[in-house]
């Protein structure tokens, strides 16, 4: 069993960095989940400031047309002023000529407005232009580096299987499933000794027998509160029981394992 132990130990070792390197593996693209929502954002924003720009030169292309035709009646009105003959047609024809005037000139005001806030809009849209071409140079920029980090994680995680394959032949297929199970859930330690009756991983302490048990060394032994596999390191001291705590207490720990592992 002390043959076994150690093979696991070193196990541990290697399945605790696979498994932090397979994480990294999932984890590393989210670095660019922000700087695209981002760029999105910018975009989205650029797309509706874009939207407004192009309906204001619409406003103003109207209101200019508008503006022109009035200016045509005024001229008209004006040139009919020699050729009218009585009083009221001289005051109607004096009305739409200020009519027109005032008109032409609020017209003017509106266009002017318009054109004020197109020249800011354009000045925003050139920002958000340059905004987003930075934010695609470092998205792509950020994604290159992703993938060279991705390369590299992938060719040691390569190279930790097959140290792991050169371990775990001959090795019970049980205990191999519920150890790796272990030490995926377990932040990376699955094997564990026993100090002066307590489980050095979870730091409870355990039944005497159960520790006598583990002493012997026969067999793999779990422990009944965290699951990981427990050995005896010569120099621990087994205290004095004090309370009874029998194997019937204890259970099948296999199954106290199984447990556990069905609710992770």
């Not at 989205?44 to 045509?72: A, C, H, S």
Request: aromatic letters at 6%; one cysteine or more; a negative charge.
């Amino acid at each position: 069993m002390e043959k076994t132990f150690e093979t696991l130990q070193q196990l541990q070792v290697i399945l605790s960095q696979k498994y932090a390197i397979e994480r990294d593996i999932l984890e590393i693209p989210k670095a660019l989940e922000t700087k695209q929502e981002i760029l999105n954002r910018l975009k989205k924003t650029y797309v509706e400031k874009n939207e407004r720009f192009e309906t204001i030169k619409v406003e103003i292309q109207q209101l200019q047309f508008e503006m022109d035709e009035t200016g045509k009646r005024r001229e008209e009105s004006e040139g009919n002023m020699d050729i009218i003959t009585t009083q009221r047609e001289y005051e109607a024809l004096d009305k739409e000529i200020r009519d027109a005037t005032e008109k032409e000139q609020r017209l003017r005001r509106d266009i002017q407005k318009r054109e004020h806030d197109l020249g800011e809009m354009r000045s925003a849209l050139l920002r958000e232009e340059q905004m987003i071409k930075m934010q695609e140079d470092e998205l792509s920029a950020e994604n290159e580096k992703i993938k060279e980090e991705t390369s590299v994680r992938k060719a040691q995680l390569a190279d930790l299987v097959e140290k792991e394959k050169t371990i775990t032949p001959g090795m019970d297929d049980d205990i191999l499933f519920k150890f790796e199970r272990i030490i995926r859930n377990k932040s990376g330690v699955g094997i564990v000794p026993v100090k002066s009756n307590v489980c050095s991983g979870c730091h409870m302490v355990l039944p005497v027998q159960f520790v006598n048990n583990v002493r012997g060394g026969n067999q793999i032994h779990f422990c009944p509160y965290c699951s990981r596999i427990l050995y005896w390191e010569e120099g621990d001291e087994v205290l004095a029981e004090t309370y009874d705590f029998d194997d019937e207490d204890v259970g099948g720990l296999a199954d106290l394992v199984d447990d556990e592992i069905d609710l992770v």
